[in-house]
């Protein structure tokens, strides 16, 4: 024990025995945030004494001190501002729930937050920056992930990211405590509709891009943890726009609480912008619940639901498609018969009982239904004509001509019926300077899979592939599975802090176990994190974890393709198959200042991760087709920088810029995974115009590098190529109709927190992005990689309400 403290306690001790007579007042409680989410490491202390506890990871506090005419609790945290309580001739026990603040000052009319430090691998997320966003996804919580450094999306019409490296599949979220699944066969942003996350419901985010705890499931990426908000009282909000809209409505008394979700997606007029012309037909529809009933002050029973249907149909007509460059120009034209018809639907249900035994000590015993039901239908076929435009070659001559003409016919009828059973018991115990956290879990899955696809083109007369004995299918593809399994898992973690003259150290360390019993795999994962903050310069926070993560194969990831001797394709599912392995190292800092009275952040990280047991795949748009086997190895590599703060008085901005290198070993070739993005740079700014605090600017941008890309079929050990870079600008103005620190109207308007009207501008500068390729071949078997362009420029109106 250090001396200080030695004598801080002997002060204490004797002040104690000054009045031995004295009967002693028991002070306890919680400490929270404005969220009511609790504070760790507050200080409550008497006033002129030594007496004083910090909180637990809880935010409980307790202590006794001999009565007295007068108590004063004085309770402190840094960035927060302090809570002063007096007590006149306190007796017996007292209990104390004090609501911290965070600091501000006073600039003219603008309020300034300071930043909390961040000492472990969850940074937080402002749920409000999502709000007013210009987002093509409909104001997700997932497109201002993908402005943060070491994130990135390379489809504006899809919710999913990837991170670092890592698949779309490598990333947990969950809610309120429970992991959430997406659906299996999505291929598509168009297919895709709505976040399974309610921006409208969300209380606090809190996001990691690798080293997390022990706590979180088996996932080697990242991890999104979202806590839906508890209403204040009777709340509301609604939204409109060109592409859909939301309601939700909250209520809150002293025992009971509500809040439900409506949401609404149209996106015809987006897809419309495609180079595909036809009838877009996308219905979206989700129903989302959060409820919570209190009956002691001990025990809490709360219930989370979800409904989602999403329906895609279309009926394409045309398309036509120029690429190339100024002296190889290309132009693809395609005349189209048939339709597509896709309809995904979720069910998710879970109920979770919290007892608290004591005030060091609480259990929750949660029980979780997942459903899905999926089917993806289309037979279209088509007429092509691939032409060299009427370019010029090097010389000036003038070039063109019809390079191939064909037809195709694409069919499938695929049906995905999964359904995910799971209870889970959790445990959190505080004792002195340690925060325990454990928990068991069991997992029943089943899975129904029924698929049949195949694709016949011809080129010049010829069926392809062209062997001269018979017609032929140049792509087929069946599938019958039923599936059982079960898995357990089981973690213990301890964080632990330590106060001296050097500063503050949290250490953070935990173990993982899992077993599955249809390949009958254990897994053991370690994992530990420290963060300190020195005391001879609080600006600075650093940081470092490390731990071995693991990627439990989901059943698309075991799914193999296997020929007969006729030549058909087959699904063949591996028993055999283990779970992904991936070695974290990070260490990171930030660095806090204030500039121009106003604050901000600098945030860097360097990450190494050492993958082995790796299931090679390739990407295809959202479309992730694995191997099916652990036969590769490789390597992620990457620095991010972050610098955040309020460039403009009273907004929240930053710009992030990341380098990332990756390596895998691919049947004893070394070749970028199909993820390799090399540079990144995204940025998220916000402004309010001069002398009009009333109108609000927003604007997100994203340049990225271009994914590698391959052939049908083609692995990248053969041969691949690289997709351009993907950019894209977004920008929003909103007007506040109603709100801010004006008297309130004398109408109707006057029930009404804020009202804002808004236009966004999609791609501004009308870019062509790429999300993948269509590949003809000509009947001399010359493949041509045909770009498919995402979303161009488009308007959008929205309107904001709330109540």
Known sequence: MKFHKIIISLFGFCLFMALPLSAQVKISGKVTDEKNDPIEFATVRIAGTAIGVSTDTKGDYSLS???????????????????????????????????????THQLKEVQVTEFKKQTNQMQTIDAKASKLTPDAAGGSIESVLTTMAGV??????????????????????????????????????????????????????AFSTGGFNAEYGDKMSSVLDIKYREPEAFEGAFSASLMGGSFSIGQHSKKFSQLHGVR???????????????????QYFDYQTSMEYKPTSKFTVSFLGNAAINNYRFKPETRSTSFGTMFNAKQFTVY???QEKDKFETYFGALSMNYRLNKSTDFTWQNSGYLTNELVSYDIQGEYWLDEAGGTDNSGATVGGELGVGRYRQHSRDRLKASVLATALKGNTSLSNNNFSYG?????????????????RDSAGYSLPHTGDGVNVIYSLTSRQDLSSNRFAAYLQDAYKIMSNSGMLTINGGVRASYWDYNKEFLFSPRASLGFVPASNEKLAFRFAAGLYYQAPFYKEYRRNMVDADGNTYVELNSDIKSQRSVHFILGGDYTFRKLDRPFKLSAELYYKNISNLNPYEIDNLKVVYSGTNNSKGYVTGLDFKFFGQFVEGTDSWISFSLMKTQETLNGVKVPLPTDQRYSVAMYFTDYFPKYPKVKFSLKGILSDGLPMTAPHVTRDVSYFRAPAYKRLDIGVAYELVGGDENKPDNFLRHFKSV???????????????????????????????????TRRQLNVHLSVNF
């Open 152 to 205: 990135s999306s390379k489809n504006e019409m899809s919710t999913q990211y990837m991170v670092r490296g890592g698949t779309y599949d490598e990333n947990s979220v969950y809610i309120n405590g429970i992991e959430i699944y997406r659906p299996q066969l999505i291929t598509s942003g168009q297919q895709e509709g709505l976040s399974i996350i309610n921006p409208d419901m969300v209380g606090s985010v």
């Open 264 to 282: 609404y997606k149209r996106n015809a007029s987006l897809l419309g912008s495609l180079e595909t012309k036809g009838e877009y037909d996308p």
């Open 756 to 790: 804002w009207l808004g236009l966004d501008v999609f791609n501004l500068f009308d870019i062509s992005n790429v999300s993948g390729y269509y590949w003809v071949t000509d009947v001399h078997n010359i493949q041509y990689a045909v770009p498919n362009y995402l």
């Open 440 to 456: 068991v879990s069991l997992q029943h899955e089943k899975i129904f899979d029924r698929t049949r696809e195949w694709e016949t």
């Open 336 to 338: 189209f018969d048939g």
């Open 65 to 103: 001190v001999p009565e007295r005419d007068t108590i004063m609790v004085i309770v402190s945290c840094i960035g927060y501002s302090d809570v002063k309580r007096q007590f006149i001739r306190a007796k017996g026990a007292i209990t104390l729930n004090p609501r911290l603040y965070e600091k």
